[in-house]
């Protein structure tokens, strides 16, 4: 698999795509949007997860456990593929993956609290682990915070199927006729796709001011707002958020092979 590859997943044309907004540990809105995609899916469509699974609400690990089981239940259907079911990396999927590795920070006290800022505390507890300890640890030395990353870790594979998918994240997906790209929260509109790098996680004002077609896609979905502003729909873009983890609802959309929005659904 090429590097690109690995970064980007190419959905197949001439399909209707499902795109779920950002979910931020509420297992439960999950499984029940679930049970509304899962009565209306029919083959040949394909669902892309826009990423934010973990982070602000507390059911984090039940949440990861839900998109395992619908998937495992889409794939036993006939006509569906493994690449016709897409998770993107979030920022709260990229700030564990930093989280990870935060004894390779200059200032990991710092950074672990800017993390917590942005909600990352409740996944660091899903996983067996609190926030108080990683403080320590890093005040203690790089040793005692590499034996803290190294047990989160390994908390992480105990639980089935949950590193796996933490290892098959794209960084975003399109259409392989260039009709459709979609994101997690923004795009910077100066830059090719394959030199985004943090814009995808981090430029919600880039998306926000899009006024005319990027790089030839008709149409770009992205699944977090900062402002969790429900539904906006342009000529050029889509945006999902409806607030869950902040009291709102979850969200998804149908698109149609050519962009359409065809309907919404919501726990």
């Not at 990870?100 to 682990?129: H, K, R, S």
């Not at 979609?182 to 899009?210: C, K, N, T, Y």
């Not at 149409?219 to 977090?224: Q, W």
Request: include cysteine; aromatic fraction near 10%; charged fraction near 20%.
């Amino acid at each position: 698999m090429s590097s690109e590859q690995k970064l980007f997943a190419t959905l197949k044309a001439g399909r209707r795509i499902w795109a779920v907004a950002a979910i931020h540990g509420e297992a439960a809105k999950l499984a029940s949007l679930h049970r509304q995609i899962g009565a209306a899916f029919v083959a040949g469509d394909q669902l892309v997860y826009l990423g934010n699974y973990s982070g602000h609400g507390r059911a984090v690990r039940d949440c990861i456990d839900e998109l395992l089981l619908f998937r495992r239940s889409i794939l036993a259907r006939s006509d569906v593929h493994c690449g016709d079911i897409v998770f993107l990396r979030g920022a709260q999927e990229e700030m564990w993956q930093k989280l990870l590795q935060l004894q390779f920070a200059p200032n990991p006290v710092q950074v672990l609290q800017w993390m917590v800022g942005q909600g990352i505390e409740p996944t660091i507890e899903a996983y067996g682990a609190t926030v108080d300890e990683a403080v320590l640890a890093a005040r203690d030395g790089t040793l005692s915070l590499t034996r803290w990353t190294g047990q989160l870790r390994q908390n992480l594979r105990n639980y089935d199927g949950h590193n796996a998918l933490m290892s098959v994240l794209r960084h975003a997906a399109f259409t392989e006729d260039g009709a459709m790209l979609f994101v997690h929260a923004g795009i910077d509109p100066q830059r090719p796709l394959s030199a985004q790098s943090d814009s995808f996680w981090w430029d919600s004002a880039g998306f926000a001011s899009l006024d005319e077609p990027y790089g030839g896609y008709r149409r770009i979905v992205r699944g977090f707002d900062r402002r969790h502003g429900g539904l906006v729909e342009t000529p050029f873009t889509v945006s999902l958020d409806s607030g869950s983890g902040f009291g709102g609802p979850l969200l998804a959309g149908l698109f149609s092979p050519d962009g359409t929005l065809l309907q919404t659904v919501s726990d």
